[in-house]
Every structure is written in structure tokens, then in C-alpha cells.
């Protein structure tokens, strides 16, 4: 078995960038002391069937995860050269699972606190992670929060607060579009994503369209289709390469939207939908894997964040122990 892959790619469908279209503009526009809150869900669905050895049957396993995370973005400083520094925290996080890799955990509810899952959110929740930002809003420094260890938190870091997390988020910035694009104007952007187990780099290619101006200006929509694709080797393949792990792509679409508040220099909302089907093999055997998620960023007021910090869990039962591997 190996761990879903595209959990940290179904984002990358937010990424825009600085543009000017009939007078409006979408640049990052940070004022020092402002903080702003951000509601994020998304869900996964998996269906992976491996076989460790070629002589054994093939398994089945089924999972389905949804999440809910509460995001706080203040802006620390801006310099004199136009770059901002950022303190960007976690707040909650709840996560669901059904299938072969069961889990229930919400930091709100305090019977889960002491779980396996608890203790490792205990790394992450309420601790900032501290984000440089240059003029045009590109990460130029990421530091994670000063608790973080190592572990399997890296793992939920990945999608969750995570230097990469904050660029695919897009949350002050966007990258890629020509400086003068108006309306109907499009661009492509592709980014390269490392997958675990060392099965290679990924590369995600977006198609950008910038199809409207609402709100007398006020707010930018831009709509994404793209395709996920394996980059290939630098060099030819030789006897030795051959048992090194690697995946193969079937089939992978990711389709979104984004809406820009173009007055605040910051992202609205936001979703994305992403569906992979591929084949990897490695020392863990071979794996077919089909993979649908899709993930929604909003911008909320302070009133609406405290409602959801305060929002009551389904269940008081402790988390499940089994963790992602």
C-alpha cells in the first residue's frame, strides 16, 4: 500500500498571479497588523489494488477522508522593498475517515486531544509557522512552528502548513499570468510536485482563463483546467532504473476556480477538483490507484471563524490509532 498522492496537489488548481486588467489588479496588498481567516474542506475518495509479490492475488482497499481546517493569516511587518512577513497559523482541524484506514479526530473536541493523532496536532495547532513573501507574493522564506519535530507529522504538514501548502493555497498571491491580461485572457503554469516512496516528480499544468470582473471591479474570477503528467528522466533508463520505483499515469485532471478580492490584495475562495488514475511499482509491490478529491478555500469575518472554532463535534469518542502511513 501506499499513501494518496494527490492530497497535496488538489490545491495547486488555486495558483494565479499579478495581473492588470482594465485597471484592476491582482497583487498582494499587505497592511502590517491585519490578520485575516480562512475555512478550508475538502474530501478524498481512494480505491488502491496491490499485490506485494506477483504470485500473490490481488487486494482491495477503499478509503474516503473528508477535513476541515481553520486558518489564521496575520501579517507581521512590511519592508520597505514591497516584501511582507507573514504569521500563518492553524487553528483547528478535524478529520474523518471510513474504509480500510478508519480515523475520527477534531481538536475542538477534548476527548480527542489525548489520542496518537492529538498528540501530534499538539505540534501544529496554535503555532505559527512564519512566511516571507517578496512584492510580487512569492514565499522567498518559510519557517515551520518552533514545536515541530519530525515524525509522522510531516505527513499531515504536507497539505496543512507547509511551504509548498502556502504557495498552492495562493492565499496573497498568484503566479504566472502576463502583467497586461484582461479579460478572456489565458496562460498556462506548470508545477513540479517530488511524490513520496520516491516514485518521481509529478508535474502539474494549469490552463488559467480570466473570465469575469464583478462587483464594479472589486472581485477577479479565474477558472483552471489542467493535466497531471510524470516527468520523464533526464538520462535513458538502464537495467539497474528499472527496479527503482516508479508510476505511470492513466489518466489526471485537475478543474477550479478562484475568486480574488482585488481591493484586499487577497484570495476570496476558492475549489478545486482533482481525479488521478495510475500505476506505481516499487518495493512495495504494484498498486493500480484511482484517486478523486476535491477542495474548497474560503475567506470568512472574525464572527463566522469563532462560530467555527466553537462548532460542536458528532461524537465525543477518542480518536481511531491508525494512522496514515
Known amino acids: 500500500m501506499i499513501r494518496p498522492l494527490i492530497g497535496v496537489v488538489a490545491a495547486l488548481a488555486f495558483s494565479l498571479a499579478s495581473v492588470a486588467a482594465n485597471g484592476v489588479e491582482l497583487q498582494p496588498k499587505p497592511k502590517a497588523g491585519t490578520q485575516v481567516h480562512y475555512l478550508m474542506t475538502s474530501r478524498h475518495a481512494e480505491t488502491q489494488k496491490y499485490a506485494a509479490a506477483p504470485d500473490e492475488p490481488l487486494q482491495e482497499m477503499k478509503l474516503t477522508r473528508t477535513s476541515e481546517a481553520g486558518m489564521e493569516l496575520r501579517c507581521r511587518e512590511v519592508k520597505a522593498d514591497g516584501s511582507a512577513v507573514f504569521e500563518w497559523t492553524l487553528m483547528y482541524v478535524a478529520l474523518a475517515g471510513e474504509g480500510d484506514m478508519p480515523m475520527d479526530y477534531d481538536s475542538r473536541d477534548p476527548a480527542h486531544r489525548d489520542s496518537p493523532i492529538g498528540y501530534m496536532f499538539e505540534q501544529l495547532l496554535n503555532q505559527p509557522a512564519t512566511v516571507t513573501v517578496d512584492a510580487s507574493g512569492k514565499v522567498t522564506d518559510y519557517k515551520d512552528p518552533a514545536s515541530v519535530g519530525g515524525g509522522p507529522i510531516r505527513y499531515f504538514m504536507e497539505s496543512l502548513l507547509s511551504k509548498e501548502a502556502f504557495q498552492r493555497l495562493g492565499l496573497v498571491a498568484m503566479a504566472g499570468a502576463p502583467v497586461d491580461a484582461g479579460v478572456g485572457a489565458t496562460w498556462s503554469v506548470t508545477e513540479p510536485v517530488d511524490l513520496s ?28 483546467q489542467g493535466t497531471l503528467s510524470m516527468k520523464k528522466p533526464e538520462s535513458a533508463p538502464d537495467a539497474a532504473s528499472a527496479t527503482q520505483p516508479s508510476m505511470v499515469i492513466d489518466q489526471g485532471e485537475t478543474s477550479g476556480k478562484s475568486l480574488w478580492d482585488c481591493a484586499a490584495g487577497q484570495l476570496l475562495s476558492s475549489e478545486a477538483r482533482t481525479m488521478l488514475v495510475a500505476t506505481a511499482t516499487g518495493s512495495f509491490g504494484k498498486v493500480d490507484f484511482q484517486q478523486t478529491a476535491t477542495t474548497q478555500v474560503k475567506r470568512t469575518t472574525l464572527e463566522e471563524f469563532h462560530r467555527a472554532l466553537k462548532k460542536p ?4 469518542q477518542p480518536a481511531a490509532e491508525t494512522q496514515p502511513g
Open 197 to 224: 516512496e520516491g516514485l518521481g516528480t509529478m508535474l502539474v499544468t494549469s490552463h488559467y482563463q480570466f473570465q469575469e470582473i464583478k462587483e464594479g471591479g472589486k472581485t477577479a474570477e479565474i477558472a483552471v
Open 313 to 316: 463535534t458528532p461524537t465525543s
